[in-house]
């Protein structure tokens, strides 16, 4: 068993075939399927499943891929650890987060962050729903998450604080002239929504719910960004993350009655890393949760 036919399992379960893989790795698929047999004969049984247009893991492979993505990120570090040693100021941490997080809150953290330390590079991994975020920091994908606070995590958890949710709607909505509104009061209109899976579509119905109604939808969308855009040219209300909004956005914000808020923070595995500790820290100096050209707003 080989580092590198580790990586061609986890290459291929994240791409979804040995075609996609194969032009991933740079290597031909009759290699690639070549590799993939060694590493079963090694562990002693099928480790995926081929289906007609992707692949399946079987249950030896879903028992393995954990391992494999732990191997393969202490490889990285050991290399990176290596390089530090000899004066070489470079390397890469890897970070799990939410698809909306990397569209509000990352930005002027990766600035900063890319001015302190140029040789270190980021590689981001994006998820859409805050389980699959902890389900993938727990196999090993990256060397810090940073999302909703996690309830069951056996490593250190750094607060970064709240953000908060806003409702928009176009300029000449009904609702738009207050700054504040009661969900309740929306219970008759269509929403834009988000996709199933989204963890968005979540909070929305959760909260939705405690206001006594579920939101029907005019629209659904994959992408965070694409619901204020929508909401604005008047295809429903859209509940989105105050940070998501640029400045001088050609819409009406209102805060809901009572607040929606989400706690946000960085969670590591245990173990100090003087990498994953400086990007923490850059984290907890730079992330804005509510920027101020949306409090200005709200005010």
């Excluded at 492979?61 to 290399?79: E, N, Q």
């Excluded at 005019?218 to 992408?223: G, I, L, M, N």
């Excluded at 204020?228 to 989105?240: D, K, Q, R, T």
């Amino acid at each position: 068993m080989t580092l590198r036919q580790l990586e061609y399992l986890v290459t291929i379960v994240d791409a979804g075939s040995f075609t996609r893989a194969a032009e991933l790795l740079h290597v031909t698929q009759p290699a690639l399927s070549h590799q993939v047999r060694a590493l079963e004969r090694a562990t002693g049984g099928p480790l995926l499943e081929r289906l007609p247009r992707s692949v399946r893991l079987t249950p030896m492979g879903r028992a393995m891929l954990p391992h494999a993505r732990a191997a393969l990120a202490a490889a990285r570090k050991s290399v990176s650890a290596a390089r530090q040693a000899a004066g070489l100021q470079c390397g890469e941490i890897m970070v799990a987060t939410l698809y909306s997080v990397s569209l509000g809150v990352l930005p002027p953290v990766l600035k900063a962050w890319r001015r302190a330390h140029p040789d270190v590079h980021v590689r981001l991994f994006e998820h859409r729903h805050a389980d699959e975020l902890a389900a993938a920091m727990a196999q090993g994908q990256a060397d810090l998450a940073v999302g909703p606070e996690p309830s069951d995590w056996d490593g250190p958890v750094h607060p970064l604080g709240e953000e908060e949710f806003v409702v928009v709607v176009p300029p000449d909505d009904p609702v738009a002239t207050a700054t504040t509104v009661r969900l309740a009061d929306l219970a008759e209109r269509e929403w834009v929504h988000y996709a199933p899976g989204n963890g968005l579509a979540d909070l929305l119905d959760q909260v939705c719910a405690a206001a006594g109604f579920q939101p029907r939808a005019a629209v659904r969308t994959e992408q965070t960004a694409a619901a204020p855009s929508l909401a604005a040219a008047g295809l429903g209300p859209a509940l989105v993350p105050a940070n998501v909004l640029p400045p001088r956005f050609a819409a009406h914000l209102l805060r809901p009655d009572p607040p929606v808020r989400r706690r946000l923070a960085a969670y590591t595995r245990p173990g100090g890393d003087p990498v994953v500790s400086a990007f923490t820290e850059t984290l907890r100096r730079k992330a804005i949760l509510v920027p101020g050209h949306v409090r200005r707003c709200l005010d």
